[in-house]
Every structure is written in structure tokens, then in C-alpha cells.
């Protein structure tokens, strides 16, 4: 990051990985930080509705979700994290692909 501080994609990795060691104060700071730099990155989006989803914040998560459905986030992406794997059986998340016209692979 000292290379490239306007590396979007870095910081938001660096958000990911806060967010994977619990480190949340962290993870929020970096995720805006690549939300504030460019605010139609879905990817940056997907990551702060994960952090609200680990935190136990639903309505976070669903709001944060669609924001990135609608900045294009590629949800393939979402088959190989664990974190959503409880939302797959959620009629509320499945409705809200569909929205975007998205649907899960079975």
C-alpha cells in the first residue's frame, strides 16, 4: 500500500483480511477507505456486507449486498466463501439475486 495508495483492490483485500482475524475496527476502516476512493466497487461492497454478516447484522449485510449487486459484483465469487453459504437458504437473499437477475448454482 505505501507503492499504491490508491490501489483499490489492495485495500479492500486488506479490509478481507482483517475480517477474516476478527479484527473489525480494521476491516470497517479499510472497506470505506476503498468505498470512499471509488463508490461503485461492488467487491468493496460484498466485503463490508461480510463484516455486518459476521458481526450479526443482517440488515447491514442485505443493504451493503445489494449495494454490490448493483456496482456488477460477480457473484461466483460467493460459491467459495463460507460466510454466505447460511444466506443460500435464505428466501430473502435468493429474491434479492433475482432481482438482479442472478440465481444460485446448485
Do not use: C, H
Not at 483485500?13 to 482483517?18: C, K, M, V
Not at 451493503?64 to 463460507?82: C, G, K, P, Q, R
Amino acid at each position: 500500500m505505501k507503492i499504491d495508495p490508491q490501489n483499490i483492490l489492495g485495500i479492500n483485500g486488506i479490509a478481507i483480511s482483517y475480517r477474516k482475524k476478527k479484527n473489525y475496527e480494521l476491516a470497517f476502516q479499510n472497506a470505506y477507505k476503498a468505498i470512499e476512493l471509488d463508490s461503485q466497487n461492488g467487491y468493496s461492497y460484498s466485503t463490508l456486507a461480510e463484516i455486518y454478516s459476521d458481526k450479526g447484522n443482517e440488515n447491514e449485510f442485505y443493504k451493503n449486498f445489494e449495494l454490490a449487486l448493483i456496482f456488477n459484483y460477480d457473484i461466483e465469487v460467493i460459491y467459495s466463501e463460507v460466510i454466505y453459504q447460511p444466506y443460500f437458504k435464505q428466501e430473502k437473499f435468493i429474491k434479492l439475486l433475482e432481482k438482479y437477475g442472478k440465481k444460485i448454482n446448485n
